[in-house]
């Protein structure tokens, strides 16, 4: 699974680098070494805007645990913070939005954590590690969005009724994640993530192709900070070298 990534790029940085048309610069989030699910994180997407007009390229926040559009309760999101790729083309809380909804959600790394078993000398633990490319460049881990309106919010204040969520595609761990953990967020190659992010394009198969074999490997993982466990930690110091 993928329950805690990193993700400190400015949105400037981001528009460049996705080739974003659309980006409303009111929109603002921290950078942040310790994202976790509900947070608002960055997405990449496209669609038209509200009201019509042609398919644009989007920066915007989504909030992170997907809210199928027939939840009567949006607490279901903190559940849906990940769909197997293996599944997702046909699980009802993710198969609408995997054919007309996908999206790129831009990471500087990913944590996993490792089971270390006591010793005499010390206890058992669970030792973060973070996940990146050995390149250092940014990850495009592919994703989904939904929308959901809130009834309890009155028709009159329409644009507050409306929450907009994701969920990151999750695979089996190849590299030096494997290692570390079975799961690991699915990294869209940079050849295909137009493709991704098509609207037009809806053909299950043919998107599901995109997503396999893998865009993955040449990954580092090195432990870090045991900060990163308490999600109140944050800061570039969760980075900082840690001995496993």
């Known amino acids: ?50 009201g019509g007009g042609p398919v644009g390229r989007q920066l915007r926040p989504l909030r992170w645990g997907l809210v199928p559009s027939w939840a ?21 809380a993710f198969r609408h939005a995997f054919r007309k909804r996908r999206c790129l959600l831009p990471a500087d790394g990913f944590y996993e954590w490792q089971q270390i078993s006591a010793t005499d000398t010390a206890k058992a633990r669970k030792q973060p590690y973070f996940i990146s490319s050995e390149d250092g460049q940014v990850m495009a881990l592919a994703g989904l969005y939904e929308f959901w309106r809130d009834p309890a ?22 590299d030096a994640a494997g290692r570390i953990h079975p799961r690991m967020p699915l990294a869209v190659a940079p050849d295909r993530r137009d493709a991704w992010l098509d609207p037009a ?10 997503l396999n074999p893998p865009a993955g490997g040449r990954l580092d993982a090195r432990p870090v900070s045991l900060a990163v466990n308490d999600v109140r930690n944050n800061g570039p110091r969760l980075l900082d070298p840690a001995t496993p």
């Open 1 to 50: 699974m993928c329950g805690r990534y990193v993700s400190t790029r400015a949105p400037e940085d981001l528009v460049r680098l996705f080739g974003v048309t659309d980006w409303n610069r009111q929109d603002a989030l921290e950078p942040s070494w310790n994202v976790a699910p509900t947070d608002d994180v960055w997405a990449v997407l496209e669609r038209a805007q509200r």
């Open 72 to 92: 009567e309760d949006p607490g279901i999101g903190a559940r849906m913070i990940n769909a197997r790729v293996e599944t997702v083309h046909e699980k009802p």
């Open 153 to 174: 919010v009155a028709e009159d204040d329409e644009p507050a009724a409306w929450w907009t969520t994701c969920t990151i595609i999750t695979t089996d761990a190849t």
């Open 201 to 210: 394009q809806q053909d299950p198969d043919r998107l599901r192709a995109l």
